[in-house]
């Protein structure tokens, strides 16, 4: 059984009593019952779905391509999930139940309402915003404009050695979405009502893992995956992956492996591997392969491009290990000009790693090193290096770091992970020329109780703002600071 609320209000929001509002900008909450007789799931408020490679039906966070080049290519069919994110799109509102039969097979059935964002235009184009900010008049006029539906369901057998289905999801709009058109998105999706139907299967044959998904946009186009996962020898692990999606293939809630942030324009192979050279010494690497046959976003051409990786890791003890990465992409984009030539070459962008991690007891220290170019006519550099450390005195625990941070242009941006407040996520860019710096503390009073504080600032050198848009702060330092009380009731009962 699980229970969840979460109640939450971004930067800038109004914390108000309204018509349309009750007090937090956003509410999510769920009650889920899992086996109970022949019910296997039931979940009742906030959902995600799950099925096959996600490429009909996907939710929740998706790995893509990184240093992991083997198990996360391929999705694990989980069915639904509790939705306890903040982020305001990407989910279900309404009922989901799997029902346990005979013979392996579970059968899936959910229904969703759910109020959405959009903006309209003096043109008469409507588009479905994601964003979930409600700061100004502008984003506040968009707030909930529109209810959309989603139906579905699926058929599931899972065996000891396969697991296939088939799944068919529909989604309704209240009112034809329509965006103002533009070279790039002749494709896009128009209307007020679009069905996917998929088939799935995941196949497991002794050392080998084969699995696939084929999901036709009903009365447009179709998309598949396909991959294969296994080791061909005690110290080498391979994987492939192949994909197509065609130009009006039309899925809202996809988390399938693409170049693109959707599925959709895209055609591509992906060849990946792992090599345990020693115990202690191991590289991955891949190299994907990739073609768009209509216009994207800033590349008015149809085009070509690939992308490699290559991860060298020595792990000398389980207290030190150090790796050098390399990944190179080239692809097409537009030549940036003052008046538009829509004319695109092709851009190369290369980002080298190094990292170390070293534990001394309760105390451990990370040091991450990490530069880019960027080249489309001329060349462009960025440089961010951080220092890490964390110590852990049982109930209490700090973790910290300090980084700075140079870079040309807005296409060398620099992307570290950082440590956060339970359950949360923060992935922040470094751009510009500054320095950022974090600490993470936990208390734990008690066994069922703990206390979680983050406080971090961006000190930006020669700039009087900081962000763009309607995010923009004055002044050359940005602040940020979470307090999180976690309460679990299960451990004081014990």
């Keep these: 059984m699980s229970i969840g609320v979460t109640a939450e209000k971004d930067a800038g929001e109004q914390f108000r009593w309204s018509k349309n509002q009750h007090g937090f900008d956003f509410y999510s909450a769920h009650l889920q019952l899992i086996n109970k007789g022949l019910i296997a799931n039931a979940i009742a408020g906030d959902y995600v779905a799950q099925f096959g490679q996600g490429l009909t039906l996907g939710g929740g966070f998706g790995m893509g391509k ?72 502008t984003e506040t006029a968009g707030r909930h404009q529109l209810r959309e539906k989603n139906y579905g369901a699926a058929i599931e057998y899972r065996g000891h050695s396969l697991n296939a289905g088939v799944v068919i999801h529909r989604t309704l709009f209240p009112k034809p979405i329509n965006k103002s058109p533009t070279i790039y998105n002749s494709f896009d999706f128009a209307g007020a009502s679009n069905v996917n139907t998929g088939v799935f299967a995941n196949y497991n044959l002794q050392n080998f893992s ?8 009903i009365g447009n186009g179709r998309g598949w995956i396909c991959g294969l996962l296994g080791s061909i020898s005690r110290n080498i692990d391979v994987s492939l992956l192949a994909r197509r999606f065609d130009m009006n293939f039309y899925t809202f809630y996809s988390n399938a492996i693409s170049e693109s942030t959707t599925p959709k324009n895209e055609a591509g192979i992906y060849w990946g591997w792992k090599h345990n050279i020693t115990r202690k010494l191991f590289y991955t690497a891949y190299v994907d392969l990739f073609t768009f046959p209509w216009l994207r976003f800033r590349d008015y051409t149809p085009s070509a491009g690939n992308e490699s990786l290559v991860r060298l890791t020595w792990k000398r003890s389980k207290n030190f290990d150090f ?33 170390s991690s070293m534990t001394f007891g309760k105390l451990s220290l990370k040091t991450r090193v990490q530069a880019s ?11 961010a290096m951080a220092l890490d450390a964390a110590y852990d005195w049982g109930r209490f625990s700090v973790a910290t770091r300090f980084a700075v941070f140079d870079t040309d242009d807005f296409d060398n941006r620099q992307y570290m992970n950082e440590r956060d407040v339970l359950m949360a996520f923060s992935f922040p860019a470094y751009y510009g020329e500054g320095t950022r710096s974090y600490a993470v503390i936990r208390y734990q009073p008690l066994r069922w109780l703990d206390f979680w504080l983050k406080v971090a600032e961006t000190n930006y050198f020669n700039s009087v703002t900081s962000g763009s848009g309607n995010d923009t702060i004055e002044g050359n330092k940005r602040h940020d600071v979470k307090l999180e009380v976690v309460f679990r009731p299960g451990s004081a009962h014990a």
């Excluded at 084969?210 to 946009?217: I, K």
């Excluded at 097409?332 to 790693?353: F, K, L, V």
Aim: glycine share 8%; proline share 3%; no cysteine.
């Design 323 to 355: 790796f050098i990465q390399f990944r190179d992409e080239r692809k097409s984009r537009n030549i940036a000009a003052e008046q538009p030539t829509y004319q695109a070459t092709m851009a190369t962008r290369r980002n080298w790693i190094l990292g």
């Design 66 to 137: 990184g240093s992991e080049t083997i198990t996360t290519l391929r999705r694990s069919s989980t069915g639904f999930m509790p939705y306890t994110s903040a982020n305001e799109a990407g989910f279900f509102r309404g009922g989901a139940i799997s029902i346990a039969l005979p013979a392996s097979i579970v059968t899936h059935a959910f229904a969703s309402s759910l109020p959405r964002d959009a903006s309209n235009s003096e043109e008469g184009s409507l588009a479905v915003l994601q964003s979930g900010k409600h700061r100004t008049i």
């Design 373 to 383: 170019s960027f080249r489309q006519l001329r060349t462009t550099h960025g440089f």
């Design 210 to 217: 084969l699995f696939g998904e084929l999901s036709q946009t």
